[in-house]
């Protein structure tokens, strides 16, 4: 009888120790680079709701907050480019968790022109409108009428003001670069995507973020190039441990953290980039930055 009663508490003692390894690699606490409780690592507040046959085209990939907690809100814009040869549906825990933390989101299949980020861009102005879209009224955008009451008859048109982003990674970041002087986005982020030529830059007029990984051979000295012609305020970092494929995934903190400082006035999170001891300028984050004294 004492032996059954050790072999029952011999095998008690294996289910605690397998049920503490599945909860060490499954549970609660994620692999942060040392950043402890940091909120871009988890999902945000709200709920999410996706919809993978949705956008201008019907194929895009559409993600916002939803449930009681975004009732009678507002909430800011991020149009992201798929790397190439994927699509939406690769990057649907990507776009839930910056969803979740309130932001209204349209992945699209990348083009090297970009034009499907602005037509994504143009599509959601129309859905704010419509009383029949879920998206009605959820969104920070505003229309103004360009009527001047002048003598002439010329209304001007109407002109669209929004709070507003665009990202990419890999070509969605090479067509990100294309689009980004477009006049309705606040700030770019590109993940893995160095410009072919190095005239990416070029279009660049708001504060934009390069995120690379360490051990992609093929992006990130060309992410470099770009952050040498960069005239805007910039920051970059190189991910250690990190290839082309997973940059986004690892990068999703940072790109979640950067779209709330910079579309939520949420401006306590600047040292968490331009800090010497910042979330993402230690640990796996090597980081840089520059032309900040113009921002």
Known sequence: MRKAMQKRSLWVLVAVVMAMMIFAVWGCEPDDGGSGDYDTFYDGPYDTTQDLSSGPSGDSGLFYPSGAEAEGQTFPIFVWGCGAGSGPSDYTDHMNRIASHGFVVVAEVSSNSGTELTDALDWLVSENSDPSSPLYQMMDITTNSGDSGGCDGDSGGDTVSMTAAAGGHSRGSIGTFAIADDP???????????????????????????????????????VERDYRNTDVPVFMTVMDNVGHMDAAREGLPAIVAWLRWHLMGETERMNDFLSEDGVFATGMWDSKYKNWDQY
Do not use: C, K
């Open 184 to 222: 309705r986005l606040n700030t770019t982020v590109h993940v893995a995507g160095g410009s072919f030529d190095g005239s990416g830059p070029d279009n660049l007029r708001n504060p934009t973020a390069y995120i690379a990984g360490a051990d992609d051979t093929m992006a990130t000295e060309n």
